[in-house]
């Protein structure tokens, strides 16, 4: 597990939630639900970056069926629970929690580009030290399009996303055209389907 020092690179990166929110119950094992209490202490949950990212709060696993609409992408039979989201709808997805603990490998769902990819050595522990931090997952971090429809007034309710309308495996692209505000659910429907 990372120290409390290499933990703090995240809050020097991403500040304390704004609005902060309860934590999220990810892990069975005593001792793992000890140190994600002290991670939490450190780190917190809920919104980051101007409502850009939401992370580690106790709803987020409420999200956990919308994976299922992605079959084809995701290895059956791996326990996923969602830690995180961003203003686009893209998913922080820990894997084997039950067994792994805070060594659970991080994935990243993508809705953009219909794709389910996990890194080599990244796991929840190091999520929070090295993953966000130095943006080992830069589609999960990239506020482009937000900073644009933030800046032209727009705003997002907590159950909305800025959804791409044209995913960009289906020839969509990055500008703010092709993005809308929508209902969270309404999106993962639309674009998985």
């Known amino acids: 597990m990372s120290s409390d020092s290499?933990?703090?690179?995240f809050t020097q990166h991403f500040g304390?939630?704004?609005p902060a929110v309860p934590p999220g119950d990810f892990f069975a094992d005593k001792f793992d639900k000890s140190l994600w209490r002290m991670m939490y202490d450190e780190v917190g949950a809920g919104w980051y970056q101007d409502r850009?990212?939401?992370?580690?709060?106790?709803e987020l696993p409420q999200l956990n069926p919308v994976l299922d609409l992605w079959p084809g992408l995701l290895e059956p039979g791996v326990e996923r629970v969602v830690i995180g989201r961003n203003a686009y709808g893209a998913l922080l997805v820990a894997?084997?929690?039950?067994?792994?603990?805070?060594?659970?490998?991080?994935g990243l769902l993508d809705p953009w580009q219909g794709t389910y990819t996990k890194q080599e050595g990244l796991d929840f522990a190091s999520l929070l030290s090295e993953?966000?931090?130095?943006?080992?997952l830069p589609t999960f971090l990239d506020q482009t399009v937000y900073r644009a429809f933030v800046a032209a007034g727009g705003q997002l309710a907590a159950a909305e996303i800025l959804g791409i309308k044209t995913p960009?495996?289906?020839g969509g692209t990055l500008d703010g055209s092709?993005?809308?505000s929508?209902?969270?659910?309404?999106?993962?429907q639309r674009i998985a389907g």
């Open 182 to 188: 929508e209902e969270i659910w309404a999106f993962y």
């Open 131 to 136: 993953g966000l931090p130095e943006n080992r």
């Open 52 to 58: 850009f990212l939401y992370l580690f709060g106790a």
């Open 168 to 170: 960009l495996s289906q």
């Open 95 to 106: 894997e084997r929690t039950t067994e792994e603990g805070t060594d659970a490998p991080i």
């Open 178 to 180: 092709n993005f809308q």
């Open 16 to 18: 304390r939630p704004e």
């Open 6 to 9: 290499e933990i703090s690179i």
